[in-house]
């Protein structure tokens, strides 16, 4: 155990162990930077689609709002020409 400690204990490893360990976290950060814009763009894209749902929804509940209210009120308006 002495030998690899005072190998490990000399200038130039300690310095080539601590770039390397700077490099091993910039790396881990970079990645981790990626995953969170993965992470974000999937987010961006639930919201989108559930605005598309919601105003489909509104759509079809304005459309509803105005339907005619029974079969005369049908026969009326297709009398009327405001179908």
């Known amino acids: 155990m002495g030998v690899i400690t005072a190998f490990l204990a000399s200038g130039p490893v300690r310095k080539a162990l601590g770039l390397?360990?700077?490099a091993q976290t910039i790396?881990?950060?970079?990645?981790?930077?990626?995953?969170?814009?993965?992470?974000a763009g999937r987010l961006?894209?639930?919201?989108q689609t559930s605005?598309?749902?919601h105003d489909v929804q509104r759509q079809?509940?304005?459309a509803a709002s105005r339907r005619?209210?029974?079969r005369d009120a049908?026969?009326?308006r297709l009398r009327d020409g405001r179908f």
């Open 20 to 22: 390397l360990l700077a």
């Open 27 to 39: 790396a881990l950060f970079l990645l981790n930077l990626r995953r969170a814009g993965e992470r």
């Open 44 to 47: 961006v894209e639930r919201l």
């Open 51 to 53: 605005e598309k749902t």
């Open 60 to 62: 079809m509940l304005d």
């Open 68 to 70: 005619p209210a029974d």
């Open 74 to 76: 049908l026969v009326e």
